[in-house]
């Protein structure tokens, strides 16, 4: 019997190399929050729960709090 991928599992298997190519790449992104407020920087680490936004400060974001990431390029993300 094959095993099925939890739900959770299946969020991180994309949400996870999503992030770290940000990060790694330095790209610029906009990150829109569920109440309609816009944050740009760079990603600069992210675990199960937060992001790390670097501007011209460092802000910590709660993942819940986050409606959309757009990067300001096209990426390949790594897998």
């Known amino acids: 019997m094959e095993k099925k991928e939890t739900k959770q599992a299946k969020l ?5 190399p999503f992030l770290n190519t940000l990060r790694k790449e330095k790209v ?3 990150v829109f929050l569920v109440n309609g407020i816009k944050l740009q920087g760079q990603v600069e680490s992210f675990d199960q729960y937060v992001i790390l936004l670097k501007s011209s400060v460092v802000q910590l974001v709660y993942k819940h ?5 757009v990067p300001a390029k096209p990426i390949v993300i790594d897998e």
Do not use: Y
């Open 65 to 69: 709090a986050v409606s959309t990431i």
């Open 12 to 16: 991180h298997s994309l949400q996870d």
């Open 28 to 30: 610029q992104v906009s």
